[in-house]
């Protein structure tokens, strides 16, 4: 129980989804990987954060299974789990599901970090649910003997400039390969699939995208497949305005967000991305989710909410986008 962590050499994280989530999780992630430097990590996710997870150097094995569909899946989970070798596994996902994946390793159970039942290392802060993603992630790490302590609200943020280094390493420069005219502002206008409430009108995204042309910047409309045509939409009112929904990867996307003017977006992973990255971002947020738990806590962020986010003005929005482009 009290061993330190260079101690263990087989460590599994559980981190499945959604992409703001895992974005912020990414220093959680580089913390266990600087804790436990000489041991094999493996992290256990879904199909889509797969390539950012294994780009980012904190895992010496990805296992993409982490939602299995059927028997056939399960068991093949259960198996490569219970002959990983595990000897402590942190859940950074801490749903009903990644709890239960607790109990796949019975009758030997490993050090477990998370809010499973039985766990060794139980987050057992009363505050949990009230605590921002950061802040909870880092407590939980704490209390397993990860990293020191902190107040509440001063959690470190992720750092992805290694994901920013990779893109520029890239031939053509995404500026070149794009055709994309600086500056430029990301618009993210999509969301959950069927979160329809966390979404700013498409009709208010091209009024802003004009705005925006109007005033020198190009607007890039980042997302993905989903969003083909609600880009497409935009492009047409905005003929400047480029489409990149479908056609980056998240590091090329946390690039974009490294040299863009403004990010503009709803409550969604792109926006969070790129706003991590470093992009000045406008996050527009519904009652469908509370900004105190989930929102980038960066000190170049805008939070607008309305109930329903209908009732936001395009004036609003464009009002807080021009103070972050200033002379742009």
Same mark, same amino acid.
């Given at each position: 129980?009290?061993?330190?962590?260079?101690?263990?050499?087989?460590?599994?994280?559980?981190?499945?989804?959604?992409?703001?989530?895992?974005?912020?999780?990414?220093?959680?992630?580089?913390?266990?990987?600087?804790?436990?430097?000489?041991?094999?990590?493996?992290?256990?996710?879904?199909?889509t954060?797969?390539?950012?997870?294994?780009?980012?150097?904190?895992?010496?094995?990805?296992?993409?299974?982490?939602?299995?569909?059927?028997?056939?899946?399960?068991?093949?989970?259960?198996?490569?789990?219970?002959r990983g070798g595990f000897e402590r596994v942190y859940d950074l996902q801490t749903s009903s599901?990644?709890?239960?994946?607790?109990?796949?390793f019975a009758p030997t159970f490993p050090q477990w970090s998370g809010i499973a039942r039985g766990a060794s290392h139980r987050h057992s802060n009363?505050? /949990?649910?009230?605590? $921002?993603?950061?802040?909870? =992630?880092?407590?939980? @790490?704490?209390?397993? #003997? &990860?990293?020191?302590?902190?107040?509440?609200g001063q959690a470190p943020a992720p750092d992805l400039s290694w994901a920013v280094a990779i893109a520029a390493r890239e031939t053509p420069p995404l500026d070149l390969r794009f055709q994309?005219?600086?500056?430029?502002?990301?618009?993210?206008?999509?969301?959950?699939?069927?979160?329809?409430?966390? /979404?700013?009108?498409? $009709?208010?995204?091209?009024? =802003?995208?004009?705005? @925006?042309?109007?005033? #020198? &910047?190009?607007?890039?409309?980042?997302?993905?497949?989903?969003?083909?045509a609600m880009a497409e939409a935009i492009v047409r009112a905005a003929p400047s305005a480029l489409a990149l929904t479908g056609r980056t990867k998240m590091v090329e996307l946390a690039a974009l967000g490294a040299n863009a003017a403004l990010v503009v977006g709803n409550d969604t992973g792109p926006t969070y991305l790129a706003a991590f990255a470093g992009a000045p971002a406008v996050i527009l947020f519904s009652s469908d989710s509370n900004p105190d738990l989930c929102a980038p806590r960066l000190d170049k962020v805008t939070i607008l909410q309305k109930d329903d986010l209908a009732d936001l003005s395009v004036e609003e929005v464009t009002k807080a986008a021009r103070l972050w482009l200033g002379g742009a």
């Open positions: 129980m009290n061993r330190p962590p260079e101690a263990f050499k087989r460590i599994l994280v559980i981190k499945l989804g959604a992409l703001g989530d895992f974005v912020q999780a990414m220093r959680a992630m580089a913390e266990i990987r600087r804790a436990h430097l000489n041991a094999k990590i493996t992290l256990l996710t879904t199909p954060y797969a390539e950012l997870a294994k780009a980012s150097g904190y895992f010496d094995e990805i296992d993409d299974g982490g939602r299995p569909q059927g028997l056939g899946q399960t068991l093949a989970l259960i198996w490569r789990l219970r599901r990644s709890s239960n994946y607790y109990f796949l009363p505050r /949990r649910d009230k605590m $921002q993603n950061l802040d909870r =992630l880092w407590d939980q @790490l704490a209390q397993a #003997g &990860v990293v020191e302590a902190l107040p509440e994309i005219k600086a500056p430029y502002a990301l618009l993210a206008p999509g969301a959950s699939p069927g979160r329809i409430r966390k /979404r700013w009108p498409l $009709q208010s995204f091209t009024e =802003l995208a004009k705005a @925006l042309e109007a005033q #020198g &910047v190009t607007p890039v409309v980042i997302g993905g497949g989903q969003e083909i």
